[in-house]
């Protein structure tokens, strides 16, 4: 429909919707973001000597070992190619973000 035969109402409800869409998903996504914060809040800390003994035990994280995501849309679509399972295997999730 050209812009010109769009009632006045018609164009304000399509702006309304469309700022609705928005803002609702700006604050779902400030939601995920503050939830991440309390999580990583209550988790409780290591002492230098405690992270020493895990390193020794384990060994250090490498690089094949740590997936890093830039936004959490990448996490989610991740997780979602993967069925919504927690532990993605990393190669699929480098493999989707196009990561080598």
Do not use: C, H, N, W
């Amino acid at each position: 429909m050209p812009l010109a035969t769009i009632e006045t109402t018609q164009l304000r409800k399509i702006i309304r919707e469309e700022m609705r869409k928005m803002v609702s998903e700006m604050v779902e996504e400030q939601f995920r973001l503050r939830m991440m914060e309390l999580r990583l809040s209550l988790l409780p800390t290591v002492s230098d000597k405690e992270q020493k003994e895990i390193e020794e035990l384990y060994g250090e994280p490498g690089e094949d070992d740590v997936a890093f995501f830039e936004d959490l849309r990448d996490l989610r679509a991740a997780k979602k190619a993967e069925g919504g399972k927690r532990g993605i295997p990393l190669e699929k999730v480098k493999a989707q973000l196009g990561i080598a």
